[in-house]
C-alpha cells in the first residue's frame, strides 16, 4: 500500500534526492526540512489509509516528481495572487497553499474569478490549518522550498509543465444537496451577511437562520457554477452571519438539505476512480462534522484543511487531484 | 472543436441551453462569466464571455471530459 505519513529523517531524504513534493504537517517538523523542490503548508489532520488522525509525528507527503517536465516556484502576496494563473504552464498545473486568516487568502477568496485567465489551468491547492488548540498560539503557515520561508502571509505557488501524455484532473466531491423550498440571495459579494432576499422576500440571515431553527453546520450551496459548490457559516454574531468562503451578488444560493448521517453517508461514499489520488485535501469541517477520526474515506488520502482551492476557493467538500495519461 | 464563432458558445453563456458538461474547470468558469456577463462588469459582454468560454474549452479540448463536453455541445 502506498505510504503517506513519513518522518523528517524519512522526508528530508526525498527533498534532498530532488524529489517534487506538496507537503502537510506541525510547524515544528517541517521547519526542520532542508532546502529543496518542496511547498508545504501547516495541518496535524490527515485522511490515511488507517483513517483519519491527528499526527504532529509525521508529514504528509504527496510526491508530483513522476509528472514533472519542468517546474517553478513562487510566493505570492495579496496584490501579485492575481497573476496565479498567467504564472502557470500552458501544459500544466499549479498547486496552491494559502495561510488562514491572512490578507492573501482574502485576495484570493474574493479576487480568484476576476484574475486574468481565471480557470484557464488547473489550479488546485489548499488554505493551511493549525491545531484547533493552539489557534491563539500560532497560525497556520506556509513554506517555498526552505524551513526558513515559513510565512503566515505569503501564497506559495508550485507551478508545473506536466509531459506531452498528462494531465491533470480535478474533482470535487460534495456529501450535500440543496434543498428546493429556500432561495437566498445575496444583496452584495462578501464574507459578513446582514440582509439577504429570502424567496425574494429582504430579511436579516441571522434572524432568518435563528426563527427557523436552521443547522447552521449545514453549507449554503449554490449550482450556478454548473457544479455544486458550498459556503460554509463560520459563525453568528448578532445580525452577522460570517461565511469561510464570500458569497456573490447576483447568485442564487440554497440551503443545504440536513444530512441524517454525515459520518455514515461519508463512510458509504465510493471514489469513482479507483486510483488514489496523487493529492487533494479535505475540508476541516467535513473532517469534524463527518467526524473522520478513525474513519476511512474510500481511496481518498489527504491533508485536511481550511479551505479547498479548486480553480477558486470552496469549502465543506473534498478536492481530488490526479494526473492522468492522455 | 467547435468553431469560436459558433453560437452555441453564446447560448450557454445566455442560459439558452444548460447541458450536463464534465469539464469542471468550464463548469467553475461559466458561472462566473454568466454572471460577468449578465451585470456587464467593466463592460464585459455575452461575446467577451464566448469568447473566453470557447478558449478555455479550445485549450483543453484534447482531455477526456472536455471532449465529451464538445461532443455535446456540437449537437445542441
Not at chain 1, 516528481?65 to 505570492?76: A, G
Not at chain 1, 479576487?111 to 493549525?130: D, I, N, Q, R, T
Not at chain 1, 467526524?291 to 469549502?315: A, H, R, S
Request: hydrophobic fraction near 40%; aromatic fraction near 10%.
Amino acid at each position: 500500500m502506498k505510504k503517506y505519513l513519513y518522518t523528517v529523517e524519512e522526508t528530508a531524504e526525498m527533498i534532498k534526492a530532488g524529489k517534487k513534493l506538496v507537503l502537510a504537517g506541525d510547524m515544528a517538523l517541517l521547519e526542520q526540512l532542508p532546502d529543496g523542490d518542496w511547498i508545504a503548508g501547516t495541518s496535524p489532520y490527515f485522511m490515511t489509509p488507517e483513517g483519519g488522525i491527528v499526527n504532529t509525528e509525521k508529514i504528509f507527503v504527496s510526491d508530483l516528481t513522476s509528472s514533472v517536465s519542468e517546474i517553478q516556484f513562487k510566493t505570492y502576496d495579496a496584490d501579485s495572487l492575481k497573476n496565479i494563473y498567467i504564472d502557470g504552464y500552458e501544459d500544466g498545473y499549479t498547486f496552491l497553499i494559502i495561510p488562514p486568516y491572512s490578507k492573501v487568502q482574502e485576495s484570493f477568496a474574493f479576487g480568484a474569478p476576476e484574475y486574468e485567465g481565471f480557470a484557464s489551468k488547473p489550479l488546485c491547492g489548499w488554505v493551511a490549518a493549525h491545531m484547533f488548540d493552539q489557534r491563539q498560539i500560532e497560525v497556520g503557515k506556509t513554506y517555498c522550498r526552505s524551513a526558513k520561508s515559513a510565512s503566515a502571509e505569503l501564497a506559495v505557488a508550485m507551478h508545473v509543465k506536466l509531459p506531452a501524455n498528462k494531465y491533470a484532473e480535478m474533482n470535487l466531491v460534495n456529501f450535500y444537496e440543496p434543498r428546493e423550498d429556500i432561495t437566498i440571495e445575496f444583496l452584495e459579494t462578501s464574507l459578513a451577511v446582514k440582509n439577504v432576499l429570502v424567496n425574494g422576500e429582504k430579511v436579516n440571515l441571522a434572524k432568518y437562520i435563528a426563527d427557523n431553527n436552521l443547522d447552521p453546520d449545514l453549507p449554503i450551496m449554490t449550482d450556478a457554477f454548473s457544479q455544486l459548490t458550498n459556503v460554509s457559516i463560520h459563525m453568528i454574531n448578532g445580525d452577522t452571519v460570517t461565511v469561510f468562503a464570500p458569497v456573490f451578488q447576483g447568485v442564487p444560493y440554497k440551503l443545504a438539505k440536513p444530512v441524517e448521517n454525515l459520518p455514515q453517508k461519508m463512510l458509504d461514499y465510493k471514489n469513482p476512480d479507483p486510483v488514489s489520488p496523487d493529492a487533494g485535501c479535505m475540508c476541516m469541517l467535513c473532517y469534524l462534522r463527518g467526524e473522520q477520526e478513525g474513519k476511512k474515506l474510500d481511496n481518498i488520502f489527504v491533508p485536511v484543511t481550511l479551505g479547498e482551492i479548486c480553480y477558486q476557493l470552496v469549502n465543506q467538500s473534498v478536492i481530488t487531484f490526479s494526473i492522468k495519461d492522455i | 472543436m467547435i468553431a469560436s464563432n459558433d453560437p452555441i458558445w453564446r447560448r450557454v453563456i445566455e442560459g439558452e441551453v444548460n447541458p450536463p458538461l464534465q469539464f469542471l474547470a468550464a463548469k467553475i468558469a461559466i458561472g462566473h462569466l454568466k454572471l460577468k456577463a449578465k451585470t456587464g462588469k467593466d463592460g464585459f459582454t455575452v461575446e467577451k464571455a464566448s469568447e473566453e468560454l470557447f478558449a478555455i474549452y479550445e485549450k483543453s479540448a484534447h482531455l477526456p471530459s472536455a471532449a465529451k463536453d464538445l461532443e455535446i455541445l456540437s449537437k445542441l
